[in-house]
């Protein structure tokens, strides 16, 4: 099984702020095969993020995924109100799908 | 509108069994794959089941295996999650997805709580 470690678990920025998110896989994800989704509180998680890099339909040009095998990044570059949530990565290219912990960027 | 809506959640004892319902609207049900997802209270995510198109293939995380049975009805856009045996890690918000292959999902559905306690 995949393990992926996210880091940091909590990310305090002000708005118009940078936010860089890590997700770390424990083995190389095949075809970089890594999603990121968003959750705010009470809702379901949203797909952002397919393939390490494609965006969703209607994703914002500020968000942005990046990184290969075992090492991938979720790039928010001007922070808006509506980022603060919590993000998880999962990986879909080994059996089972595995979600890491989550990342909670909060307002500073 | 492009929907998924769990129902069926609520309070059983340790050792009880439960039967979630999903149904779908406004897409083609009977060319997706869809799968189960669970939350615990305050923590993070956690996949549980997947069914094929035609039903014929499923898949189960090890948490759940040879006590969930994932099935699903194409006639009526629905599919199922029937929980046995639970245990009170069981406890969580459980989401329908859908899945698209070779498995990011990228429908959820609102949820529905199960807590497993006496």
């Known amino acids: 099984e995949i393990v992926l470690t996210q880091s940091p678990g909590i990310l305090s920025l002000s708005p118009g702020e940078r936010a860089t998110l890590s997700c770390r896989a424990s083995?190389?994800?095949?075809?970089?095969?890594l999603a990121w989704y968003q959750q705010k509180p009470g809702q379901a998680p949203k797909l952002l993020i397919y393939g390490a890099s494609s965006r969703a339909t209607g994703l914002p040009d500020r968000i942005v995924g990046s990184g290969s095998g075992t090492d991938f990044t979720l790039t928010i570059s001007r922070l808006e109100p509506e980022d603060f949530a919590v993000y998880y990565c999962?990986?879909?290219?080994?059996?089972?799908?595995?979600f890491g912990g989550g990342t909670k960027v909060e307002i500073k | 509108e492009v929907q998924l809506l769990e129902s069926g959640g609520g309070l059983v004892q340790p050792g009880g069994s439960l039967r979630l319902s999903c149904a779908a609207s406004g897409f083609t049900f009977s060319t997706s794959t869809l799968s189960w997802v669970r939350q615990a209270p305050g923590q993070g995510l956690e996949w549980a089941s997947t069914?094929?198109?035609?039903?014929?293939?499923?898949y189960y995380g090890d948490s759940v295996k040879g006590r969930f049975t994932i099935s699903r009805d194409n006639s009526k856009d629905t599919v199922y999650l029937q929980m046995n045996s639970l245990r009170a890690e069981d406890t969580a918000v459980y989401y329908c997805?859908?899945?698209?292959?070779?498995?990011?999902?990228?429908?959820w559905g609102r949820g529905t709580l199960v807590t497993v306690s006496s």
């Open positions: 069914i094929s198109v035609t039903g014929s293939t499923t």
């Open positions: 083995q190389s994800v095949r075809s970089n095969f």
């Open positions: 999962q990986q879909y290219g080994n059996s089972p799908l595995t």
């Open positions: 997805a859908r899945e698209v292959l070779p498995g990011y999902f990228d429908l």
